[in-house]
Each structure stands twice: as C-alpha cells, then as structure tokens.
C-alpha cells in the first residue's frame, strides 16, 4: 500500500497556504510520511489536481486532513462534495479518506495557549499608513474580467481556465490598464463552473475550458466582440 497525506486548506485574497504548510509537509517527509498541500479554492493546487497526481503516481490511499485555522465547517463540506464529484469522473482511484480537522486537535489548543503567553513584540506607529497615493489610483482598464476561483469552479478547473487566461493576454500585449484581471470567490451559478465574466459588457462565460479562451481573449478582450455562442444570459436556467 502506498499512502499520500493532502493538508487541505482555504486561501484568503491574500493568503499563501501552500508556503504556509510547508514545515508541516517537511515534519512529514521526515518521518517517512508522502505529504503535499493542496487548496479549496484561490490560488494554489487545487484538491482535484492533487487526487489527480496521487492517482497518476498510483498511490492506493490518499488522507485529507483539514488543516484550515480557525475551524472551518465550509471547507469539511465542500471536501465531502468535491471528492465525490472526482471519485465519480474516474476510473481505477485510490481510496480517499477525511481525517480529523487539524482544528480540532487538543494540540492546536496547546500551542495557542503557549504562543499567547509566550514572547511577543510590541507594536508601534513605524508602520506604513493604510493610506498612500500609489493605492489610490483605478486602473484605466477598458474591460474587467472577473475569474471564479470558488470551491466547486476549482474543482472544475478554474486554475487551468484562468492560467491559460493569464497567459493569453500576456502573448496579446494586455496589461492592468487594458484588461483588469480579479480572482474572486463564489460568483453563484457555481454548477455551470468554470466562470469568466466580463465587464462593461457584463458577458458570462460558463462551463469554460482551458481551449475556449484564446477565442474570447481574441474576440472579445482584443476584438471588443463578445462570444456569443458561449454567452449565458442572466437567468437562463441549467441545462
């Protein structure tokens, strides 16, 4: 039997699990233990890619172990659904098990009452104000592209979607000031995933693929002529 430990976690805008993780994933490796980090939603190696690899290198168990602070009931739940949903679209998969949320361990409490009244460093007025004239400036951009990053998109494959975006308007020559990039979260019709949404056109585009973008950064974000073969309109309803 061979075994792979997933540390599962949540990216905030901002937040970079994947670094954050990584002592933990070399504690494991150092005891023997096949470790690598993968995320929900955001930015990072997202749960399905991860599966993915574990059955390419054909391990026959792989372990999730929750590894978000604070607790986080969304992300057990979503776990639940996106492994489901992958165990469904394959053949020949290793068997998946959910571990205890590292959350919930009476160690994290221990160590949070030994950081609290450990050393600490006060804090002062040296910092950088919340206010500067370089963050006050909007882009000039002529469109804004919203890209779901959200848990069931993720599983999707919205990493892929939004990759081949990035690299699409970088061969075009597209900057911030021409085209405004933003990973968001759940945009709700979260079902017809992948979504890209562009704006001021306010063009939804659903159910993407990696191969469909280099026609709507041509068409649309270069060409200013949304794809209307791949258009969702508001309300439409699933099908």
Do not use: K, N
């Amino acid at each position: 039997m061979t075994r792979r430990v997933l540390l599962v976690a949540r990216t905030g805008l901002h937040a970079d699990p994947v670094g954050a993780l990584q002592p933990a994933v070399a504690a494991l490796a150092a005891g023997g233990t096949d470790a690598r980090v993968a995320v929900l939603d955001g930015h990072g190696p997202t749960v399905t890619a991860a599966l993915d690899d574990a059955r390419a290198d054909r391990v026959t168990d792989v372990v999730l172990v929750p590894a978000h602070l604070p607790p986080d009931r969304y992300l057990v739940a979503w776990l639940r659904r996106v492994v489901a949903h992958w165990l469904r679209s394959v053949e020949d998969a290793p068997a998946v098990h959910l571990a205890e949320p590292l959350a919930a361990t009476g160690e994290v409490a221990a160590a949070l009452a030994r950081t609290a009244t450990g050393p600490t460093t006060r804090l002062g007025t040296a910092a950088a104000p919340l206010t500067v004239p370089a963050w006050e400036r909007v882009p000039a951009h002529r469109r804004h592209v919203l890209a779901c990053r959200g848990p069931r998109c993720a599983a999707l494959g919205a990493a892929e979607v939004t990759a081949a975006l990035t690299g699409e308007l970088d061969a075009a020559g597209l900057g911030d000031d021409d085209v405004l990039v933003t990973a968001t979260g759940c945009l709700f019709p979260c079902a017809r995933g992948p979504w890209l949404v562009v704006h001021p056109e306010d063009t939804w585009y659903g159910q993407l693929d990696a191969d469909q973008v280099p026609r709507i950064v041509a068409e649309h974000l270069v060409g200013g002529r949304p794809v209307e073969a791949w258009r969702v309109p508001r309300g439409d309803p699933p099908g």
